[in-house]
């Protein structure tokens, strides 16, 4: 899936398989942990805007959407992504759903205090390491709140579990060979601390959830805040 010139009907049916693996893996657990921090830091308000860029189908989005409901917030959700595909799979998952809307959106394009909280889910592993503060920030200054990064833990139980999911789910050569391969590109704990690092992340955290995922907060400081840290 990280070859843009590619697409068409196999990436449509990539994307559908791909929400009974999220569904699996428990996929939107870390997104709804994150926005749930955030939400909470911010005084818990009645109100509440989330863009989940890069966002696939946008089937995690569903939890967020229960969540929301059970506790009386109003939420506006927008869903973006690069690919036509994605933003018609998203429209298709969504139909009738007043609250969420779809566009086409480059991550790196992305208008800054879009949204009250920007996630993203299974996606900044799709970037080398040395782009990495670069998509954050983007994310971090499109927010009003702060981020969340869903991704995946990289190691050989999860990428196990992945390549056997794959191929009893799905004869598409996205899944098959994407799904692994996103695994051996996931995360570990000394990649969130050189991120933090390399980007300046005084206000981030980030913990392991389950099934192989880490829930990364980024909560964004304001302007008296930052210079008063770069005063000092």
Request: hydrophobic share 45%.
């Amino acid at each position: 899936m990280d070859d843009l010139s590619r697409g068409g009907d196999d990436l449509r049916e990539a994307l559908r398989h791909l929400r009974r693996l999220n569904r699996l893996f428990g996929a939107a657990g870390p997104t709804v942990y994150g926005v749930k921090r955030l939400w909470a830091v911010a005084g818990k308000p009645s109100r509440l805007s989330v863009l989940d860029i890069g966002c696939g189908s946008g089937d995690v989005n569903r939890r967020l959407l229960r969540w929301a409901d059970e506790r009386g917030i109003e939420i506006a959700i927008t869903l973006a992504d690069i690919t036509v595909e994605a933003c018609e799979e998203a429209r298709r998952l969504f139909r009738g759903e007043p609250r969420v809307t779809v566009m086409k959106l480059d991550l790196l394009a992305l208008p800054e205090d879009y949204a009250d909280i920007v996630t993203g889910t299974q996606v900044v592993h799709h970037f080398a390491a040395g782009d990495l503060p670069v998509v954050i920030g983007r994310m971090v200054a499109a927010s009003r709140l702060g981020a969340v990064v869903n991704d995946i833990h990289r190691h050989w139980l999860p990428w196990a579990a992945v390549w056997a999911a794959t191929h009893l789910v799905s004869r598409n050569r996205y899944i098959r060979h994407d799904g692994p391969l996103s695994v051996a590109k996931g995360f570990q704990p000394a990649d969130w601390e050189r991120l933090r690092s390399e980007a300046g992340l005084s206000d981030m955290s980030y913990k392991w959830r389950p099934l192989f995922r880490y829930a990364v907060v980024i909560r964004k400081q304001d302007e008296s805040k930052r210079a008063a840290e770069l005063i000092r």
